[in-house]
């Protein structure tokens, strides 16, 4: 089995209402000046004051920076570094969905070394000291909350960096599943994509451990189990816990697994078409899975019927059979374009693969994957998923 390294917050609070204790766990690390990292919906919308109320209630002075915006830039983060500049902050609190919990994660780096965001980029590894991060999801989606990880996109190249090591880590997590009661269907169907893909690429990634096994084994169950049911009842309390819970395990799974080729070919997509990232990674799942699965068939068929596409009687072939036509049967009921129909012009797409093929490639999640592409395989995935093939099965 050889070595193991596995990294988590050092406080996680999980539990409906637990926003509330927020207070709470700044005291017990010794903070006490925090500056909130969010977006503007979440102050428009009056759900910040799930975190304001109880730091008022408890003397502790705050301020807020709300210009984060969805697949966060550099630019947005050098805005975040000059709102931090001067005003005594002790940590960072990132309250929202993956985009501001990223900020403030990126933010945290830049705070305690300096430079550009692209110095940070892998290969090179952020594990210096970071700012702390207090990090509460409204999502189930990202795992952001608990993973090593922060995605920035360089505006100046049209690329979004993947930025690792464990000063991207917050400190401590809170995840209350009682803040996502209000999100959108489409962004509840989008979030619980990702968490899903976060769970399986963990679980067949070359770099999987018997402890991230077990997470993305539970996660996928999960998931599996409620995020129809979070779609389709937004205000339904087991299945908005179920897929919180899910979440954060896939979080903590994929942050010490990592993922694979659908996140390295997701980001590309994201950069250069601004699809959120949960939606483009649904739009590569079945694809992408269907070309891997050669790579760990047994895998494969493990989570199929963890996620319970598949029974314990089928074998490993009708099992992975069954998870491809599950993944497209899941993005048809959760109503997931493709490409085409979210907008993007053909003569774009195809004008562009090669690029996001070396993009991908560039990312190194795609070396992670059971079977190993090349730029011309992953040209031919996005071919394949313009094309759409699984849209009327």
Aim: glycine share 10%; net charge negative.
């Amino acid at each position: 089995m050889g070595v193991i390294q596995f990294a988590a917050p050092r406080a996680m609070v999980v539990g409906g209402g637990t926003a509330a204790q927020i207070a709470d766990v700044l005291r017990r690390f010794g903070l006490s000046r925090p500056l909130i990292v969010t977006d503007p919906f979440m102050v428009s919308s009056g759900l910040i004051d799930a975190v304001r109320a109880p730091l008022a209630a408890a003397g502790i002075g705050h301020a807020v920076f709300s210009d984060t915006v969805p697949d966060p830039t550099d630019t947005v983060v050098e805005a975040g570094m000059a709102a931090l500049a001067g005003g005594g902050f002790d940590c960072l609190i990132g309250f929202g969905g993956g985009s501001p919990i990223d900020t403030a994660k990126a933010m945290a780096i830049l705070a305690a070394g300096g430079g550009r965001m692209r110095d940070y980029k892998v290969p090179a590894a952020a594990d210096g000291p970071g700012l702390p991060v207090i990090a509460v999801p409204t999502t189930a989606g990202t795992g952001s909350e608990c993973t090593r990880f922060t995605v920035i996109t360089d505006t100046e190249r049209s690329e979004k960096m993947l930025i690792a090591g464990l000063a991207a880590l917050p400190l401590a997590a809170i995840v209350d599943y009682e803040l996502t009661y209000g999100l959108p269907k489409r962004t509840t169907a989008d979030t619980g994509i990702d968490s899903l893909t976060h769970a399986l690429e963990a679980y067949v990634s070359q770099r999987a451990n018997p402890f991230s096994d077990a997470l993305a084994l539970s996660a996928m169950a999960l998931i599996g189990r409620h995020l129809r049911t979070a779609y389709a009842e937004p205000r339904n309390a087991a299945a908005r816990e179920g897929m919180m819970l899910g979440a954060t395990q896939a979080g903590l799974a994929f942050s010490n697994a990592s993922v694979a080729l659908v996140h390295g070919m997701s980001r590309p997509i994201g950069a250069h078409f601004h699809v959120p990232h949960g939606l483009s990674n649904a739009m590569l799942l079945p694809a992408v899975t269907r070309y891997s699965i050669d790579g760990a068939a047994a895998r494969y068929a493990t989570a199929a019927r963890a996620i319970g596409f598949a029974g314990a009687g089928d074998d490993d072939a009708a099992a992975c059979a069954k998870l491809v036509d599950g993944l497209a049967a899941l993005n048809r009921d959760l109503d997931v374009p493709s490409p085409r129909a979210y907008g993007i012009a053909e003569a774009d797409w195809h004008g562009r693969m090669s690029l996001m093929a070396d993009q991908a490639l560039a990312s190194g999640s795609p070396g992670n994957n059971p079977r190993v592409p090349d730029a011309a395989a992953i040209v031919g995935l996005y071919r394949e998923v313009w094309e759409d093939s699984f849209r009327n099965r």
